[in-house]
């Protein structure tokens, strides 16, 4: 059990599937060493088979005891074997194959979703590792070298202690912990801590063009965060019922439209996207979460305050994130990190929370030299 | 493995038949003095069989593996040790059928593996530590080699128990594995200094251990085959008598199964233990011990039931168990189920079986329980 | 030093785990370590946590070192990004994210950027970069290269350039930067070399297919609308043939921000696309019919009485009188000023007012004041001095009827019946009455009627029309039709109206594009120019159904011909300059910029005729695209992260964005930017031709005769250096930049410092807005100017034109809005539509690794289940897809969301990427559009705003599994 645990909210109404964060997250960790085929961050559309493939049937998570389930390993062909292009032989007036068979991908069913033309539906789950209190993974490592970190409760792979056994990600429901085969050990998600520490937010969320992630400590109240996940109960965990107590939490799709009946003619108040699919992913919970944002969405159409569509609306970038970084500073310093590369602030815009007053920098100066950081003690 | 079973399943038979009339002997491996220690040089000694069973004690939560390891019989591997002044050699023979090498770019195959496992105290007044990996009373060392594509995976341990498996830098020791196509199996060969500071190997009468893992049947970790602890002699050093008589207790036909196995049920040890037809223990409650008898000693059964604290065995990792009947912290979080772990740890740090001392019972009770748990392979 | 794939490799696995996880030693104990509860505490948590930090700390490089840049190939998205290196090599990037908020009440422009974007600095390393001059030794296309210099590469270029203009004339060139390259800076380098030699110059929005011919015709601009912040504070946003959760990835989130705001989302696309998945409505139009779905809700419009008399009679023609004798407008020179019915009055007072500006008759147009009853002429059309748009003034009160027919006297003292063009769109719009057109349009009556009132009602409504409307035959009708809704119900400006494109007025850039008026641009229609280069009548000829084609156009195909033929007879050539769209047909020596020509160009016959036709082909790219494997030069032009470069237009935010390379970059090869290969290639002119003078004396080696694009009446060959780059300012891409932010007044006061500073972007000053002011705090609409100032539109009217009395317009019976059905052959099932990918901006960026794993990783064909499942066809087999002109292989993608009479395919596969190199495009004909064609009456004069388009998706096909 962390001390705090920081969390994001992602809002699946504003979800656009356009997969900036899904690349950012490659170029930032894995186009590399033998991470090729991981996705830390995939988009995926529902419903569908998602990444891996039939992920949700693969077991791990925790029964209604608490006892761990077991669960499976996915095979390649399930993540999706990355393959290559000749692109050298474009010289040669070759034509551009790919240098390996095509049988799936992580994004193989694009926009598919469910249901028949006119009443198609399909909407996008980004996914990150969920980081979570009672997390799969960390209970399956036999060798114990999965753990929270106390400051913030994201979950790492100690890759000095992994011997490769892969139990964790029979563990995670989710499947969002990996095996790096060339190293022959599990990698994962990391919420891009490297970056959190010196102030910027995780590479997924702080280019997510939708503006759909917001970033900060569920204990913060001030922040967007624990007020869309305990304030207003519109964010909700993905999948309950595996019983890992998800930090990742999601505003469920209330935008969908009408569907049409046999003469075309729209069917006044109908829903594409059935619910028993959303109660699936959300559990009873999404009930609510729908009607208050549809109740909130209302008093704003009325021209009324609503600080949940304030929230949702997010009229500031920066704002979305709330790193509270003079916390990370009290850390470091606890671990004698203080002023390390590790710990020097980047960027100044994105640092406020619970005990970090936002830095007020004059637009534009961000790119100059750091401004020095002033202290305050407090909390947590 | 699979075309093996055949063969195996009839070998096993021959060994729970002649169950409790079992010797020491089978246990003990002779190691001869050569000057030149070679993988050659001791291919040209006699050979001693030893059995691995699949272990049970503990059960984890891969799936496919889980399916694999009903289907697992014991295997019988060949052994050979020799040793002078500097060094200890030791080969390791063993029929698989199916090579299995961890490849470049898959996520689901597993390599096979072996190694060898040294307790690092051992000799007269010493109790056997755990064959898992050792206990927080008695570490091991652990050598382990494993069949990765384009890697030399060759590692040296030290573990006091489940999950504390930790690796240090061993220098001069050397550990190949080799397959040899024609006769479908895998030659490994260990060499390494017969002293180091973490191990002093040179005595009469040497505890050492192994254990197999057939890629094939995803075994890796716990998920494999073990010996009981077998006994290097080592022929020209002298063997201490009492140590000699401690480890030798039990062998051969000591006492009465059926009785043994009432007087566990009258004990209580099903309320706990999960074993043969008695499954009413919750899953991970306490090791699991359906075929301790093919890889626990006599003295060891005697000692663990005897005096448990002497033997702590850690439990798997410990987040395996939620108790969700408990209150969840700010962050969700529910607490262990410390109905799990099978030690109680004090604030000084010391810890103690959950499992009561059976001290009360009598010499014949105890052997007759033994002779019982020996026949559970 | 050139850098190569591996080297780039190399550079990015020296981070990570293989860095951190070497030998045992490296993190050797002599103790088991026991960890009591991971969840709680962890004893070793450094290794790891150092490790990704230090990965962290690698990738981000020295900010220091960091480079600005955007992605603007034809996306126009116009996003600012940070770029960071480690030792030269350029890591990875990501939006600046600095923009300001402009208004605590709007959504901020952050993170602007996207999904292909996000990748550049993995695709500027890739094995396709060209890395050096290379000069075709094998055929063309088969692939055989050899590596030349630079000195060899330019002198080859400029040699063939040079004597095409000795033995052709300038209009034997064809230099062009095509849409892998649009921005101020960069982009302006070809433009300028092609201006200076006088060498043909095509209309690239025109031959894309991304004009808005229809909509020029209704405004007098095709490119109109808003910033996209504007989209937030509607209370209806409508989105027609669009799907900008798509192709518009940077501004989609005003959307859904909008929607949250209380906003109401409306998609009208024939595909259940993946903005229509939020909407609030979605419409699901038949492919082609939107014209009569637009004609529909002009109709309910007009029934309902939803439309505002007081604005269409001061700001539309719509009052406007046209003669029932002959369709013609009433003109001031029709009549008899003399009938006392002619208001002489308001005639006189506009005169005074006039100051003596001349009225030219034939362009003052009269409606009947029914305050007085008589006919008046109307302030504010091209020909009548008087520019206002107001019908109150001192000397006159104008309240022009709309409706009933009235007798004017003309000159021979004849008379004849006129009436309001209201009268006739009424008429017009009666036939396309919704439940009339419902079996077309597959659009239900409750929806237009629901569609009506959400366009009337609300304070602020738009509709925003896609890329895709123009792409059919007929969709310059359609365009026009769905352009002329939203004034019926007094949109402009703050009150919402129309959009396609914004576009800020950027003056001063005429330094770096023009030449002090000595020489004009040769410049020809894009859509005639590639229609005649590339012989595609042929394809016309095949594809396209006799009866089909009569029933629709009311013409047989040869008369349609023949029609084409005269048209294009008057604008051809030299002579053919302000005589209809210009082309010429004896170009030869081609210099290409970022043109991959044969992936775009539709039909069967061009890609041949073109190689036949093009006797050399210089082409200047970064990367090896499909075209490239045709050239006889190849020239290695520099990416976006190696170059400067400024880009502002098109309009959907209010910035500027810089492309600042990062500091100690190292090379990519021997590429250079198009600045540096222009200037070069301009001095190797001068010198050969300057050689060839003194050789011979003769003036004709340094004078090219130019009588009709040049002052001197020459191109001066012996100036041509100090012109082209402004006696030694302007040589390089970074010359550009700083001299249009010298000369550029919406850019001031901006230096490149000051922009990198602020994360690579400036903003546009209050001067940027065309027809509205651009406030500091508020989005931008267009024409407020117009609709509170009363200034006229730049039409024939002056007004929001629904009225053009061009004869062929008449003939064809397009004189008011109006629709026609699609041509496409109907003996073949499927209509092949062709809309943006998420995944590439045409061709670029198609072929990234990166992208394509997230993919199917080859072209795929989008299918309806049912007609999957009728023709036996399951996911992921193969098919040919095929009608009378071509065919082409793809993988079959089972998709609900396709109509069952349409076929989809994201376009911008390359040619390479299909067996036989066989593009989707081999199916699809591309014939001329008579109307857009048609060329002079008022405003539809030949010129950016007004030519025409090819035509993407007029083409019908079958499937068959392999």
């Known amino acids: 059990m962390s001390k705090r645990q920081l969390a994001m909210v992602m809002d699946l109404n504003k979800c656009i599937g356009c997969q900036t964060c899904t690349v950012a997250c490659k170029t930032q960790w894995t186009n590399r060493n033998g991470r090729e085929y991981m996705y830390w961050n995939n988009v995926e559309t529902h419903p569908g088979a998602g990444y891996p493939r039939n992920w949700m049937e693969a077991g791990g998570g925790f029964d209604q005891d608490g006892n761990l389930r077991d669960g499976i390993i996915p095979d390649m062909v399930d993540y999706g074997i990355p393959w290559d292009y000749n692109h050298d032989e474009l010289f040669k007036g070759e034509l551009l194959h790919t240098k390996s068979e095509l049988e799936w991908g992580p994004n193989w069913d694009e926009d598919v979703g469910g249901g028949e033309y006119p009443n198609s539906y399909f909407f996008y789950i980004p996914r990150i590792c969920n980081h979570c209190s009672n997390p799969g993974c960390l209970a399956a490592c036999p060798r114990e070298a999965i753990f929270k970190r106390e400051q913030d409760g994201i979950v790492l792979v100690d890759l000095e202690r992994c011997q490769g056994y892969r139990y964790c990600i029979a563990g995670c429901p989710y499947k969002k912990i990996y095996f790096n085969p060339k190293i022959s050990k599990s990698e994962k998600c990391i919420f891009c801590f490297p970056r959190v520490e010196r102030g910027l937010p995780p590479a997924c969320a702080h280019q997510c063009v939708g503006r759909i992630r917001f970033v900060g400590f569920l204990d913060d109240e001030e922040g967007q965060v624990y007020k869309l996940v305990h304030k207003y109960k519109v964010a909700l965990p993905l999948r309950p019922d595996f019983g890992t107590q998800p930090n990742v939490y999601y505003v469920p799709p209330l935008f969908d439209p009408p569907k049409f009946d046999e003469n075309m003619a729209p069917i006044e108040n109908s829903r594409r996207i059935p619910m028993e699919y959303l109660e699936l992913l959300f559990g009873k919970e999404v009930h609510q979460a729908l009607d208050t944002l549809r109740k909130e969405m209302e008093k704003r159409a009325r021209g009324e305050e609503s600080e949940l569509m304030d929230i949702l609306i997010a009229y500031s970038h920066r704002d979305m994130f709330r790193l509270d970084n003079n916390y990370y500073q009290q850390e470091a310093a606890k671990k004698g990190l203080k002023g390390s590369e590790f710990f020097r602030i980047v960027d100044q815009r994105y640092l406020q929370g619970a005990n970090t007053q936002r830095v007020e920098i004059k637009d534009y100066t961000f790119h100059e030299k750091i401004l020095p950081q002033e202290e305050k003690k407090s909390g947590h | ?377 | 030093m050139a850098l190569s794939r591996r080297d780039f490799l190399k550079a990015m696995s020296a981070t990570g785990a293989a860095l951190g996880l070497g030998s045992s030693e490296a993190f050797a104990k002599s103790k088991a370590m026991v960890i009591e509860d991971p969840r709680s505490s962890y004893p070793n948590s450094s290794f790891v946590e150092n490790m990704y930090r230090k990965e962290f700390a690698y990738t981000y490089g020295k900010k220091e070192e960091h480079g600005t840049a955007y992605h603007c190939v034809n996306c126009q998205g116009n996003c600012a990004w940070d770029v960071w290196v480690q030792n030269g090599i350029v890591t990875r990037e990501n939006q600046s994210a600095n923009y300001p908020l402009l208004n605590p009440k709007i959504p901020d422009a952050n993170p602007r950027g996207c999904n292909k974007g996000v990748q550049h600095s993995q695709v500027m390393y890739e094995k396709d970069r060209i890395l050096y001059p290379m000069k075709r030794v094998g055929e063309r296309g088969e692939g055989k290269w050899k590596r030349i210099s630079w000195d060899e590469a330019i002198t080859e270029v400029a040699t063939r350039i040079y004597e095409t203009m000795l033995t052709v004339g300038p209009q034997g060139n064809y230099i062009h930067v095509g849409s892998g390259m649009l921005t101020e800076a960069r982009a302006a380098s070809g433009k300028r070399l092609g201006t200076l030699l006088g060498a043909v110059r095509p209309y690239i929005a025109s031959y894309v297919g991304d004009m808005f011919p229809g909509v020029s015709l209704v405004y007098g601009e095709g490119n109109i609308g808003f910033s996209y912040d504007f989209v937030y504070t509607a209370n209806v946003q409508i989105w027609w043939g669009q799907d900008p959760n798509k192709s518009r990835i940077p501004d989609a989130h005003y959307l859904w921000e909008g929607k949250y705001n209380g906003g109401k989302v409306i998609v009208i696309t024939p595909d259940f696309n993946a903005t229509a998945k939020g909407a609030d409505l979605w419409v699901p139009v038949r492919a082609g019919y939107d014209g009569f779905l637009a004609m529909a809700i002009i109709n309910e419009i007009i029934q309902q009485k939803l439309y505002k008399p007081n604005f269409i009679k001061v700001f539309t023609d719509l009052p406007f009188l046209v003669r029932l004798d002959n369709k013609k407008l009433l003109r001031l020179s029709d009549i008899d000023k003399n009938d006392p019915m002619f208001d002489k009055e308001v005639f006189h007072n506009m005169q005074e007012k006039a100051h003596g500006k001349e009225f030219e008759e034939h362009e003052v147009f009269l409606s009947y004041n029914l305050k007085n009853g008589k006919f008046t002429i109307m302030p504010g059309s091209e020909g009548n001095p008087v520019k206002t748009l107001r019908l109150k003034d001192l000397g006159w009160d104008i309240d022009p009827a709309l409706e009933g027919v009235y007798e004017v006297r003309l000159k021979d003292g004849s008379k004849v019946k006129v009436t309001p063009v209201f009268e006739l769109l009424k008429e017009e719009a009666k036939k396309f009455e919704a439940s009339k057109v419902f079996k077309l349009t597959n659009v239900h009556p409750k929806i237009v009627e629901q569609l009506a009132k959400d366009i009337a009602l609300p304070k602020v409504a738009f509709i925003s029309m896609g890329f895709t409307i123009g792409k059919y035959f007929n969709g310059m009708l359609a365009q026009r039709a769905i352009a002329s809704i939203t004034p019926l119900c007094g949109r402009l400006g703050p009150y919402g109206g129309f959009n396609t494109e914004n576009e800020w007025a950027i003056s001063g850039l005429a330094k770096i594009s023009g030449f002090g008026g000595k020489y004009k641009e040769r410049f020809a229609s894009g859509f005639v120019s590639e229609f005649v280069l590339g012989n595609m009548m042929e394809d016309f000829d095949r594809l396209y159904e006799e009866d089909t084609f009569k029933e629709v156009m009311g013409m047989s195909k040869e008369e349609y011909k023949k029609k084409v033929e005269e048209m294009l007879a008057k604008s051809e050539g030299d002579k053919g300059i302000g005589h209809g769209k210009s082309y010429w047909k004896d170009v030869q020596t081609f210099l290409l910029f970022a043109d991959a020509r044969f992936r775009r160009n539709k039909g069967s016959t061009y890609k041949k005729a073109f190689l036949e036709k093009a006797k050399f082909i210089a082409y200047v790219d970064f990367r090896m695209s499909d075209f490239a494997n045709y050239a006889d030069i190849l020239l290695p032009a520099k990416s976006h992260y190696e170059v400067w470069d400024l880009r502002t237009n098109p309009g959907y935010h209010r910035f500027a964005n810089l492309a600042h390379p990062p500091a100690n970059l190292k090379p990519v090869g021997e590429a250079k930017s198009e600045w540096e290969i222009c200037t070069m290639i301009v001095e190797k002119i001068q010198e050969i031709a300057m050689k060839k003078y003194k050789e011979t004396g003769d003036q004709k080696y340094i004078k090219i005769p130019d009588p009709e694009l040049s002052k001197t009446g020459y191109r001066d060959l012996d100036t041509l250096v100090d012109e082209f780059t402004i006696n030694g300012q302007l040589r390089t891409d970074k010359d550009a930049v700083e001299i249009a932010l010298e000369n550029t007044d919406q850019f001031k006061p901006n230096t490149i410092e000051s922009m990198f500073k602020r994360g690579g972007y400036l903003q546009l000053n209050e001067k940027a807005g065309k027809s509205s002011p651009l406030y500091p705090d508020k989005p931008y609409n267009v024409f407020e100017n117009n609709l509170f100032l009363y200034e006229r539109f730049e039409t024939l009217s002056g007004r929001i034109t629904y009225y053009v009395d061009d004869d062929l317009w008449i003939q064809m019976g397009a004189n008011v809005p109006t629709a026609k059905e699609p041509i496409r052959p109907r003996k073949f099932p499927f209509v092949l539509m062709t809309p943006h990918s998420r995944w590439s901006i045409h061709s670029t960026y198609k072929t990234s690794t990166l992208l394509l794993r997230l993919q199917r990783g080859k072209p795929y064909v989008m299918i309806n289940p049912e007609i999957a499942k009728k023709k036996g066809i399951k996911d992921g087999d193969e098919v040919r897809v095929f009608n009378s002109i071509g065919e082409f292989y793809a993988m079959a993608k089972i998709y609900p969301s396709c109509p069952k009479d349409a076929i989809l395919i994201e376009h911008g596969w390359e040619p390479f990427f299909y067996k036989g190199r066989k593009g989707h495009n081999e199916t699809v004909a591309s014939p001329l559009n008579l109307l857009e064609l048609s060329d002079g009456w008022g405003h539809l004069k030949f010129g950016g705003n007004w030519d025409g388009n090819q035509h993407a998706y007029e083409t019908s096909v079958d499937v068959e599994k392999v």
């Open chain 2, 1 to 377: 493995m699979k075309k093996t079973l055949a063969l195996l399943a009839l070998s096993t038979l021959i060994i729970s038949s002649n169950a409790g009339t079992d010797s020491f002997n089978d246990d003990v491996i002779e190691a001869k003095s050569l000057n030149n220690i070679t993988e050659e040089s001791l291919s040209n000694l006699p050979m001693k069989k030893i059995m691995l069973y699949p272990q049970y004690t503990v059960r984890l939560n891969d799936a496919n593996a889980n399916k694999k390891i009903e289907e697992e019989k014991p295997i019988e591997a060949e052994v050979a040790v020799a040793y002078n002044p500097k060094e200890i050699g030791i080969l390791i023979k063993w029929k698989d059928e199916t090579k299995s090498v961890q490849p470049a770019m898959t996520t689901t195959k597993f390599g096979d593996g072996v190694s060898v496992q040294f307790p690092i105290k051992y000799g007269k007044g010493t109790t056997l530590s755990y064959i898992g990996m050792g206990d927080t009373k008695h570490p091991v060392m652990v050598y382990l080699k494993k069949a990765v594509e384009g890697r030399d995976y060759q590692k040296a341990f030290i573990a006091e128990g489940f999950g504390s498996l930790t690796e240090i830098s061993e220098k001069g020791y050397t550990f190949t594995m080799k397959y040899d196509d024609a006769n479908k199996q895998w030659i490994a060969f260990i060499k390494k200094p017969l002293k180091t500071a973490d191990l002093n190997l040179a005595s009469g009468l040497v505890p050492v251990a192994f254990a197999i893992w057939d890629g094939d049947s995803l075994n890796r970790d716990g998920n494999k085959l073990i010996t009981n602890w077998k006994f290097i002699k080592m022929d020209k050093m002298k063997v201490d008598p009492n140590y000699l008589k401690y480890v030798s207790w039990g062998y051969g036909d000591i006492g009465n199964p059926e009785r043994g196995k009432e007087l566990m049920i009258q004990n209580g040890c099903n309320g706990c233990h999960r074993y043969a037809d008695q499954t009413a223990a919750p899953e991970g409650l306490a090791p699991n011990l359906s075929k301790i008898g093919g890889y626990s000693n006599p003295i060891y059964l005697r000692e663990s039931i005897v005096n448990p604290n002497d033997v702590v065995i850690r439990n798997l990792n410990i987040n395996r168990h939620y108790n969700k009947a408990a209150e969840k912290d700010k962050n969700g979080a529910y607490p262990n189920n410390d109905m799990y772990t099978w030690y109680i740890k004090d604030d000084k740090g010391n810890i103690t079986s959950k499992m009561p001392p059976y001290a009360q019972l009598s010499e014949q009770d105890l052997k007759d329980i033994v002779a019982y748990l020996k026949t559970l392979k």
